[in-house]
């Protein structure tokens, strides 16, 4: 990687707010000891997974939804904040990180989440990429381990080597995640772009405040 990228996507941004003290103290805490970029990566990919909730019901027109910090102070977060976190962590500890947004097909998503999104399409999916071992590795810390159990697929595993991308099928063979479209790499959240192009996508998800109440954990089944 060349002197430049490195420090680009090793700084902070509005969104992947990586010098933010409450960041910088838990990618510091997660990674006691642990002085290897893989190993740090490891850890807080895992931390980021399943220490925050996964929640698709989100306020989507609220920017702290994608902010890394507010994120981590809220304990869950959807798809785009969680790998803006996971992103945020690791750049805080000099490792090369950016997020992506992809096209996923669910499967598996619960009524209510089908019925507010109106389709199994789920535009601009969040991931995050993180620079390990001479290249570009895309990782989803989407789905916590509780929700992984309830929703009967095995929890997705980072190792710092590969790719960790959504999984295919749930631990029964069915279909549970395709990916139909990839819309690149970015150095910081394009959040101004992703709440006019999930209100218009998504009008009945889109609300002022989320849609209070709803817990894919609980609807989903155990």
Known sequence: MQDSHHVLFTSPAEFIDSDHRNVIAQAQGLTVGVAEPAAQARLLYAAVRDEIRYDPYRDYLDP??????AVLAAGTGYCVGKAALF??????????ARIGLADVMNHLATPRLLEAVGTNIFAYH???????????????????????????????????????????????????????????AFFDVPVKFLIIEMTRLYPKLCIPGGLRGASMEQEAKA
């Open 87 to 96: 992103a945020a962590l690791c750049r805080a500890l000099g490792i090369p």
């Open 64 to 69: 702290d939804s994608y902010r890394a910090s």
């Open 126 to 184: 969040g991931y995050a990429e993180v620079f390990l071992g001479g290249r570009w590795l895309k990782a989803s810390p989407t789905f916590n381990a509780s929700l992984c159990t309830k929703l009967g697929v095995a929890p997705l595993p980072f190792d710092g080597r590969h790719d960790a991308l959504l999984q295919s099928f749930d631990g029964q063979g069915r279909e549970f995640m395709a990916y139909i479209a990839d819309h690149g």
